[in-house]
């Protein structure tokens, strides 16, 4: 069994809505609208046929609610998406394992009320949220009681990386070009949230919070050597803030805390890359995901994820826990084979 942890659908009634309204959405907005299989059920289940004994955990696609709307009317979006995903699931249980829930991050008083609605009522496995708010960083203290909740619940938080064309790759600039903001821009994304978070002390304060980063963790593993010995002196090339102060009051060295995050596969067959995360993570650390629907042609990032997975010499076993067993132990389940 292959359970594919991140990939990402539309709810009809949120696609017609809140997407497909005709609007000129842009970056993300405007991919998304254009690919069939983000919301066409009899597409997507050919495309999961081919794959066997093989079930999704579906999640919102982006732009985050938190972008489509303001925080008067995105609890409202959160709350529709959430209902579809719940009935995609009841209605096709052995095609979609379960879904991750939409919060209304821009809305911090309503996202709680979401948050346990989409669990208590509906079943979602987690939550999914994105690297930064519409902006702001995910370590604000507006944002600290969901990771407290996520904590007491023992549930997963899916972060997805989230940046647009308006984040330049220069100061002299007032744009990125050639789509550097999703090539580069998502993997640094990942990187600066899961950096934020650490040195925020999360991991000192919850040590078994579950956070799930895709794409293998960004840029963490390959840069493990600057996340290690160049943070072991944090502080020393600040002169105006007192980070030495910060990293000695750390439990453990900065690069220790980068290995508590669940990683997923979803690096559209880079076997390299996926040899570097496995390293980093560790075999157990890792779930397998794909990032459909997004590949240039259907299916070709799951039949990539896998080819790349196959080749990898792993033992049956290693290859079972992180095509299965590594998210039954996250989620609390037990899979029928």
Not at 53 to 73: G, R, W
Not at 109 to 126: H, N, P, V, Y
Not at 132 to 145: I, M, R, S, T, Y
Not at 265 to 278: K, Q, V, W
């Amino acid at each position: 069994m292959k359970i594919d942890i991140f990939n990402h659908f539309f709810p009809k009634k949120y696609f017609d809505t809140y997407v497909d309204v005709g609007s000129d959405l842009k970056d993300m907005g405007k991919r998304v609208q254009s690919i069939r299989n983000i919301m066409d059920l009899d597409q997507r289940f050919k495309v999961m046929d081919e794959f066997g004994e093989y079930c999704q955990i579906l999640s919102l696609p982006a732009p985050p609610v938190e972008v489509l709307a303001p925080p008067d009317k995105s609890p409202t979006l959160a709350k529709v998406a959430n209902d579809g995903l719940a009935e995609l699931v009841a209605k096709y249980p052995k095609r979609f394992l379960g879904f991750v829930a939409c919060l209304p991050m821009n809305n911090p008083a309503e996202l709680l009320k979401e948050m346990d609605r989409a669990i208590t009522e509906l079943g979602a496995f987690g939550v999914q949220i994105y690297t930064n708010v519409a902006g702001k960083p995910l370590d604000l203290p507006e944002f600290q009681p969901l990771f407290d909740e996520a904590a007491r619940r023992d549930i997963p938080i899916w972060m997805h990386p989230t940046r647009g064309a308006d984040m330049s790759d220069y100061k002299s600039e007032t744009k990125s070009k050639y789509e550097i903001w999703w090539t580069l821009g998502w993997p640094y994304e990942s990187s600066v949230a899961m950096s934020r978070l650490v040195f925020s002390g999360l991991f000192d304060r919850h040590p078994k919070i579950k956070i799930i980063t895709h794409h293998m963790g960004g840029m963490i593993p390959y840069f493990e050597g600057r996340v290690g010995y160049g943070w072991d002196v944090l502080g020393e090339r600040t002169s105006d803030e007192d980070y030495v102060t910060l990293r000695k009051n750390m439990k453990k060295r900065p690069v220790d805390y980068f290995h508590s995050f669940i990683a997923d596969t979803a690096l559209f067959g880079a076997a390299s890359a996926t040899r570097c995360g496995l390293d980093f993570f560790g075999i157990d650390n890792v779930v397998f995901a794909s990032d459909t629907p997004f590949e240039p042609s259907p299916g070709l990032y799951i039949r990539e994820t896998i080819k790349v997975i196959e080749g990898l010499g792993l033992s049956a076993d290693e290859k079972d826990r992180i095509y299965c067993r590594n998210a039954e132990r996250l989620l609390n389940i037990a899979v029928k084979k």
